[in-house]
């Protein structure tokens, strides 16, 4: 995770007569600034024991870019290690002078000049869509402290006791070393690794160096307003910066592709050992020595970086030399390389240029390492990122879940609505049904009371007509005590003064209602006279007591017709 450097500018003196209007554009002005200024600048520094390189690009504003511009690229002299945070006031003083009083955000890159590199096999290859691997991170710190102490026990052995002084006394474990990896393909090994790697699917490329190596300079400039955000070894900013300087200079760098050394012919020579774009390590020797003593041979190619004159002389190398220019080497040819720290310097820069995010290397480009502990922050961020996306989904669940609830209890609401409309549709066609049967059966028995009252009204009629001839034939000496009607009978109580009257009346009757269109009467009638007419009768015997019965058929037919359509 980049860290950057707040670089602020003097407060200068303001006058009472100024504008509020014009200090508030003047604010926007450096906000907007200031928003297109962040993290758009990156700093490459290197120390050396007496001068402090460093080269300050600007980025393109266009996220992604990999255009920049050279800003500054100088030199500053340092005369002590005490002395290292006046040299950074020194370039921060510069960086103004450069860029004006502006507010700068500027990321800044170390060279870490002890790095040291190791090949590790990995048996077990982690998934390459993981960005960060921690159980891997923790296996390769233990590989590596066992590694310290087999070097540990191995100078015990050859040297004696370690001196106070000593380099590997720094490595206990209370110091553990910083580091950092990549993880390649092991199919990607040259022939010279292929043996030890055989069996290996992956293979991490280990940079380490001391824990308390360039301690001095980070806590120096973090003092000092340039915190440093990322520790790299100097070799692998010295390939970037060779690298666009070669490009520039139109020269192939495709010629580099296996094992090549850069020898730095300098008062104090130095031979930088590479693997294609992979910085390997870095080593002084003596120019008399023989370049197969350090570990160079013939299948290395040999670039010879020469920034004088005066150290002109060409190695001793059964290799392919070229120059700086990757041509071949000439002694004669004239022309100089630039200054190779400020190679390492430009490289560290555009090192910081591109962000880091995973522990895989990208083989499209030369690797990026920061020794620093940049793990912590970058799975902080991870875990933010996925913290906001669980939060997201979980937040988008939710939504989905409510909105389902509310599309479902709407459904359900319109359905037990359409049922209670159903149901009322048909209560109110049963209650319709009910009242269509009520009213149908009320218009039976409406038709069948008719009917009755009818038939009522026509025996009555009848029942009169019946009793008036009965009256019209009865003797004038007769004298009615009671008269019983109904629609099958007639029974006439009376007295008769002289009842020997009587005798021919029951064939006066039966003759009359015969000769009438449609015979009533039933049987004979019947009358009963004296004692018998005072049996039959409730009444006491008087003289001349009779009684008179007669029936009618077509009254009995009536009522029986009518008897079944009134239970119906």
Avoid at 326 to 335: D, E, F, I, N, W
Avoid at 356 to 362: L, Q, T
Wanted: glycine fraction near 6%; include cysteine.
């Amino acid at each position: 995770m980049q860290r950057t450097a707040q670089i602020a500018a003097p407060i200068w003196p303001r006058t009472k007569q100024q504008n509020k209007q014009q200090n508030k554009q003047q604010n926007r002005r450096q906000d907007r600034h200031r928003s297109s200024s962040v993290d758009r600048l990156v700093m490459g520094i290197v120390v050396q024991s007496q001068a402090l390189w460093f080269c300050l690009l600007k980025l393109s504003p266009a996220a992604g870019s990999a255009q920049f511009e050279v800003v500054l690229a100088e030199t500053v002299a340092v005369t002590s290690d005490t002395d290292f945070a006046a040299a950074c006031a020194q370039v921060i003083r510069r960086c103004r002078r450069q860029l004006g009083n502006e507010l700068l955000s500027v990321n800044c890159w170390l060279a870490a000049s002890q790095a040291t590199c190791l090949v590790l096999p990995i048996a077990q290859a982690p998934s390459p869509g993981t960005q960060i691997h921690l159980d891997l991170h923790q296996q390769l710190a233990g590989r590596l402290a066992t590694h310290l102490a087999q070097l540990a026990a191995t100078d015990a052995v050859d040297a004696g006791p370690l001196s106070g002084n000593g380099w590997l006394e720094r490595t206990r474990p209370q110091a553990p070393p910083k580091f950092d990896y990549l993880l390649r393909s092991s199919q990607q090994q040259p022939a010279s690794a292929a043996g030890q790697l055989a069996h290996a699917a992956v293979e991490a490329w280990l940079w380490w160096t001391l824990d308390a190596a360039d301690r001095e300079y980070t806590s120096s400039m973090a003092g000092s307003g340039l915190p440093v955000a990322g520790l790299v070894p100097d070799g692998v900013g010295l390939y970037l910066g060779l690298r666009h300087h070669w490009r520039q200079q139109g020269s192939r760098v495709c010629a580099l592709a296996g094992d090549w050394v850069l020898l730095a012919q300098s008062p104090q020579p130095s031979a930088w050992f590479f693997r294609g774009s992979w910085f390997v390590r870095q080593q002084s020797y003596d120019p008399a020595q023989c370049l197969d003593q350090i570990g160079i041979t013939a299948a290395h190619k040999v670039v010879v970086w020469r920034t004088s004159a005066a150290v002109n002389i060409p190695p001793a190398t059964a290799g392919e030399l070229l120059d700086h220019d990757l041509q071949s080497y000439v002694t004669t040819r004239q022309g100089y390389a630039p200054a190779l720290r400020g190679q390492i310097a430009l490289g560290l820069a555009m090192h910081g240029a591109v962000s880091r995010v995973s522990d895989w290397h990208d083989d499209a480009g030369p690797p990026r390492i920061n020794l620093l502990p940049w793990r912590v922050g970058r799975v902080r961020q991870l875990r933010q990122r996925m913290m906001r996306r669980i939060i997201a989904i979980f937040g988008s669940a939710v939504a989905v879940v409510m909105l389902c609830v509310v599309l479902l209890g709407e459904g359900v609401a319109a359905r037990q609505g359409h049922l209670s409309r159903l149901q009322q549709q048909q209560q109110q066609q049963v209650a319709a049904s009910r009242r269509a049967d009520q009213i149908h059966l009320l218009g039976k028995q409406s038709q069948v009371a008719g009917a009755a009252l009818q038939n009522f009204a026509a025996a009555g009629s009848r029942q009169l007509e019946r009793l008036r001839r009965l009256l019209q034939l009865l003797p004038p000496c007769v004298q009615l005590t009671a008269i019983k009607a109904s629609a099958s009978s007639v029974i006439l109580s009376g007295v008769a003064v002289d009842p020997r009257t009587l005798e021919q009346l029951p064939d006066a009757i039966f003759a009359a209602f015969a000769a009438a269109e449609q015979p009533e009467l039933a049987a004979w009638p019947v009358l009963l006279t004296g004692s018998q007419a005072a049996d039959f009768s409730s009444a006491e015997a008087l003289p001349g007591r009779f009684v008179l019965r007669l029936a009618f058929a077509e009254s009995q037919q009536a009522a029986k017709a009518i008897a079944p359509g009134s239970g119906s």
